[in-house]
């Protein structure tokens, strides 16, 4: 071997051994336990409705952007699920934890875990709520609606999009067994330097990590470009740049930020397993490698990375605000500007995040006024929010309510983040709660943005509203949540609590913790009713049922001119635009539902399982890196190239819909809105509706050219 | 009812609110602090605060005035939905924030300066202020200058300490001194520090939040620190950087004392049994958990520690951390621990 890593190895197991299943840990036992009992559950449940045709047909396979952002969303939300869990231990832990005197429980010294295991809760918590969660969530959002918003049939690249979400699953996979089989990084989300080494982390936690972002990370720069490439290709006729949709500009601004630095990242993690696996010296702290080169590209991506979830969270405002105004976008072009301007800005910031480090006070004063300038769009963006809601006729429903909650997030974590972008506070705060405060109050306003999109959206896609009572309910406790936890959380920081502690050295700080803990336990019950919300709502669908193109009445944007739920072929005929608020003009000229008089064939790719084992092969290359199984790596890896090489030879004339079948489709829909015959169910609306009236390919279909 | 109902509720949160601030006054370190820099520091926030607040305020105000103003249930309001550009509107809301930035800017870049790490202008000042005050005092006391108060006009000599962590102590070398602890830091008071620090490890971040802000201390290199505690006590240090599983308890207790304890501290250490060879030194940098931050002293300490550790670790020294120590998630720790 290249580097003398300490543990045995077998060819066929590679570093595996029975022992890295760590049965006797009890959370973990327990863990495991319910899991399984999970999953043998859904596995169940499928076979015994004989759906895993159906799922394989119309989902697992399926290039439609509309399913694979449906999927990316679901995987969000349940790493969500996952990653608050984490959230609960962690407070438990530090709340148990206190002082010298604390008892300690199975095995621990003080509270009931031990150090690493800690570290390896709250490394995982960050890497998914940033990257597995809050990134899904937000790129399935950008998914369904960009070609939606114009006008488009598809993303532009459909099988490139199947294959970006999985491989954003495949890491998923990799940091969910990492629960079971070995162990996760302790080095927290950043992979802080050099306690990634092999000498500080000799055991497969960081390779676990390493690899997930590695292949997350692939996934999200090919999301990066689909997006673009759809933007900029893909708009319906008269849809000029000034046309666009907000959310479209800040999917734009966002998928640039995200595709010029996600390979940043990429870069810097290989060089780290570099590091780890050939015996190099790039980041170790000798023999001539440089820790602060880890730090700096890392923060190249990774301050980048957080505007790139900010930004579409922005552009979700954007709509949902004037929606329950009833108003257009106050300063239209202004809000694009800094969307772009957001993105420019956000390269220049990095260092940001470590001013400790020892720069002189001139790189800290350049960095310094770099990152403030970011506050400029910023507070320009909170403003025309503002005259957005001046002389309207403003709404309070779910989704406003998740928009003016992240609008309010947005000003505290904006002030604090004013407060860390002055060295000199910063030298205080650096590392302390204070910090992990600021970016929690940030990723909150996605979080909420995220919540109003799902609420907001979820009539086009599904065809019925979500329950309104849970819904206020969820947002409330979530809300009181925020401020109980966070508002503790920044207190502590003015006590100096260093972040990532498992054990709290100084009683003083147990009232504030106490504080955290109401402030989770109000989380919980928020996720309660948010689980409720959606029970109760698929439930009463029936009542809930949207039979109108428009879900709210008052939407602007033209994904609100096709019907709800949305049809696999987006719009009958291709709309040309005539405004700015395309399906608003509609509306206000009394064109909201005419009839097109001719309808055209409309192509479509075929379904295809390459994506999907392309994942699996991903999951294979992670994993035998991991474990140093070099068979399995290397068979994960001629997969991949098999694969695509497959592909390039399959030139998939994909299949079309005769004119005629749509004409049919669409008088179905005209006869009664409410009775869809094959859309009477919308549980999975899209769904159902595709499944019962797609044609399916035939061999014979020709190959007819592509519109 | 509902009023008493509402009275205790009232009661409840007032009585938290005593509970979560009152009670732990003190404890907001950031918030009472007892030397130039960490008092500089935490100016800088308080201005901070104040001018970003007011801009907070004032967006919050319009959009809360604007939500109750314009809600769908007021008759009395007028609607209208062209109101979507105005070129005032557009000029005020870049230009305030442009305004705001740039007053920042400026203060963010004078109070860097006040407090860098290298060369703090806010301890020169200190020291100025100290010195004036000094003088003042020495004049009214002896009007001819002849006396020997004049030596305390004259700013103190700054003490150096060189501070090395390890996988989880800190070592505290006093080089004038020729001694040496460990996770104990003695200084005298109204006297500037200088500190170099390194680390034999990973990267740790020195934080005496009372006295001075954070500093990383990284292997391999030589980061400084300066500071200067303007009173007499005793204050928590530890390290701000997530290091490995003896982090939480890498903490080591900062005590100001006035000159004459100071000098007396330093015979007593000199009289310390241990003394810190480069050999001695390796021992300590195993990954050791300090739990109970016992002290240790030495008499002693061999020429140009500092400086052998740093090119020590640039030619590959590493103290490994045991596997079996981050795999265990059920036993404590399997490594050295002192009680
Ligand atoms: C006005 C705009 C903002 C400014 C000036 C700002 C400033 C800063 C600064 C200076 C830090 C470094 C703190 C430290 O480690 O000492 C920081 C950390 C962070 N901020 Fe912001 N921020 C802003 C907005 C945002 C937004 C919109 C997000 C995300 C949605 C965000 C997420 C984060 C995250 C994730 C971290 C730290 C991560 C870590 O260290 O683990 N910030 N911010
Ligand atoms: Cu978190
Ligand atoms: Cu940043």
């Given at each position: ?76 939300v ?59 969530i ?178 979700i ?81 779910v989704p406003?309510l998740w928009a003016?909650g992240a ?39 996605v979080g909420f943005a995220c919540f109003g999109a799902i609420n907001y ?9 979500l329950?309104?009572?849970?819904g206020?309910?969820a947002f409330?406790?979530f ?47 928020a996720?309660?009713?948010f689980?409720?919300q ?174 | ?339």
């Open positions: 071997m290249l580097v003398d890593y300490p543990g045995p190895w077998t060819f066929l197991l590679g570093r595996l051994d029975a022992r890295e299943i760590p049965l006797q840990n009890p959370i973990l036992l327990w863990t495991f336990v319910l899991v399984s009992v999970g999953a043998v559950a859904v596995i169940g449940a499928v076979t015994y409705y004989g759906s895993w045709g159906y799922l394989w047909r119309e989902w697992l396979t399926s290039l439609d952007h509309k399913r694979i952002g449906v999927m990316y969303c679901l995987l969000g349940a790493m969500m699920f996952r990653g608050f869990i984490d959230g609960v231990m962690m407070r438990t832990q530090q709340l148990m934890a206190v002082g010298p005197k604390s008892p300690g429980y199975m095995g621990a010294l003080h509270g009931y875990l031990p150090p690493y295991h800690f570290g390896q809760i709250y490394s995982a918590h960050g890497t998914i709520m940033i990257l597995f969660a809050i990134t899904p937000l790129v399935g959002i950008m998914n369904i609606i960009v070609p939606l918003q114009i006008g488009a049939r598809d993303m532009a690249y459909p099988y490139l999009n199947a294959m970006s979400f999985w491989l954003t699953a495949a890491a998923t996979g990799l940091v969910m067994i990492s629960l079971f089989v070995g162990d996760f990084s302790h080095a927290g989300w950043v992979g802080l330097s050099p306690l990634t080494e092999l000498a500080y982390s000799p055991g497969v936690g960081v390779d676990y990590w390493s690899w997930a972002v590695q292949i997350g990370g692939v996934g999200t720069t090919l999301a990066s470009i689909n997006i673009i490439a759809t933007i900029i290709k893909m708009r319906a006729p008269g849809m000029s740049w000034t046309r666009m949709p907000i959310f479209c500009w800040t999917a734009l601004s966002a998928s640039v930020v995200g595709l010029s630095s996600f390979p940043v990242l990429t870069a810097a993690v290989a060089l780290l397993s570099l590091d780890r696996y050939a015996g190099t010296h790039f980041f170790t702290p000798g023999l001539g490698g440089n820790l602060m080169l880890y730090t700096d590209l890392f923060w190249i991506w990774g301050h980048p990375e957080v505007y790139y979830v900010v930004l579409p969270a922005f552009g405002l954007s709509e949902i605000i004037p929606t329950f105004s009833e108003k257009p976008l106050f300063g239209y072009v202004t809000m694009a500007a800094a969307s772009i301007a957001i993105g420019g800005v956000s390269w220049s910031v990095w260092l940001h995040h470590f001013f400790t480090m020892g720069a002189g006070p001139g790189v800290n004063a350049f960095f310094s006024i770099a990152s403030m300038l970011v506050g400029i769009p910023t507070g320009v963006k909170v403003f025309n929010w503002a005259f957005t809601l001046y002389r309207g006729r403003v709404r309070f429903d406003m003016l609008l309010v997030l947005l000003l505290t974590g904006g002030l604090t983040g004013m407060m860390l972008a002055m060295p000199a506070i910063n030298y205080t705060v650096h590392n302390s709660v204070f910090v992990v405060a600021h970016f929690h109050n940030m990723l909150n306003v959206w979820f009539p086009k896609v599904f065809g019925f509203r329950d309104e009572r849970t206020k309910l409330w406790f809300s009181a949540g925020t401020v109980v936890l966070f508002g503790s959380m920044y207190a502590l920081g003015f006590m100096g609590m260093p972040r990532r502690m498992d054990y709290i050295p100084f009683t003083s700080w147990r009232p504030l913790l106490m504080g955290e803990e109401a402030g989770i336990l109000l989380f919980l019950v996720s309660y009713y689980v409720k959606l029970f109760v709502s698929i439930r009463d669908r029936a009542k809930n049922r949207v039979t109108a193109s428009d879900a709210w009445g008052t939407s602007r944007s033209l994904e609100w001119l096709t019907h709800s739920p949305v049809p696999f072929y987006n719009f009958a005929v291709q709309p040309h635009i005539n405004s700015r608020d395309e399906w608003a003009w509609r509306r206000e000229h009394g064109l909201g539902h005419v009839r097109p008089d001719r309808y055209e064939d409309i192509h479509l790719p075929d379904n295809t399982p390459l994506p999907v084992m392309l994942g699996a092969c991903a999951f294979a290359l992670g994993f035998g890196l991991v474990w140093r199984m070099y068979w399995l790596a290397a068979s994960g890896l001629v997969g991949i190239v098999v694969l695509v090489i497959a592909r390039s030879f399959q030139d998939g004339p994909g299949h079309t819909v005769p004119g005629a079948r749509i004409r049919q489709m669409e008088a179905s829909y005209a006869a009664a809105p409410g009775e869809v015959g094959a859309a009477r169910d919308p549980v999975g609306g899209v769904a159902a509706w595709q499944t019962a009236s797609a044609p399916r390919p035939r061999a014979g279909d020709g190959r007819p050219a592509r519109p | 009812m509902a009023l008493r109902k509402g009275r205790a509720l009232g009661r409840l949160g007032a009585a938290l609110l005593l509970f979560l601030t009152g009670c732990a006054q003190k404890a907001y370190w950031l918030v009472h602090p007892k030397g130039a820099i960490a008092r500089t520091e935490w100016h800088t926030t308080v201005l901070d605060v104040a001018v970003m607040g007011g801009v907070v305020l004032v967006a919050g105000g319009l959009v809360a005035v604007f939500l109750w103003r314009y809600r769908v249930g007021n008759r009395s309001r007028t609607y209208d939905p062209t109101f979507t550009a105005s070129l005032v509107i557009e000029i005020l809301v870049w230009g305030v924030p442009l305004l705001v930035v740039g007053y920042l800017s400026y203060f963010s870049v004078k109070s860097v300066l006040a407090t860098n790490p290298y060369d703090p202008l806010a301890m020169r000042g200190a020291l100025a202020r100290q010195g004036r005050n000094g003088e003042a005092f020495a004049r009214r006391a002896d009007p001819a200058m002849t006396s020997a108060l004049a030596p305390a006009m004259r700013a103190p000599r700054p003490l150096r300490v060189e501070v090395i962590t390890t996988d989880w102590q800190w070592v505290f070398i006093y080089p004038k001194e020729g001694i040496a602890t460990v996770d104990e830091l003695v200084v005298p008071v109204r006297t500037p520090v200088k500190f170099d620090l390194t680390s034999a490890t990973v990267v740790n971040d020195f934080f005496i939040p009372e006295l001075v802000g954070e500093i990383d201390v990284m292997p391999g290199m030589r980061t400084k620190q300066a500071m200067i505690a303007g009173r007499t006590g005793v204050y928590h240090g530890y390290s701000d950087d997530y290091s490995g599983g003896g982090f939480s308890w890498m903490g080591f207790s900062t005590r100001v004392v006035d000159h004459a304890r100071f000098e007396k501290w330093v015979r007593r250490v000199r009289a310390a049994r241990d003394q810190l060879s480069f050999a001695r030194f390796s021992r300590i940098a195993r990954p050791t958990i300090n739990l109970a931050q016992r002290v240790s002293h030495f008499s002693e300490v061999q020429k140009g520690l500092f400086d052998h550790v740093i090119g020590r670790v640039m030619a590959g020294r590493v103290y490994r951390t045991p596997l079996a120590m981050t795999e265990n998630m059920t036993k404590p720790m399997n490594v050295r621990m002192i009680k």
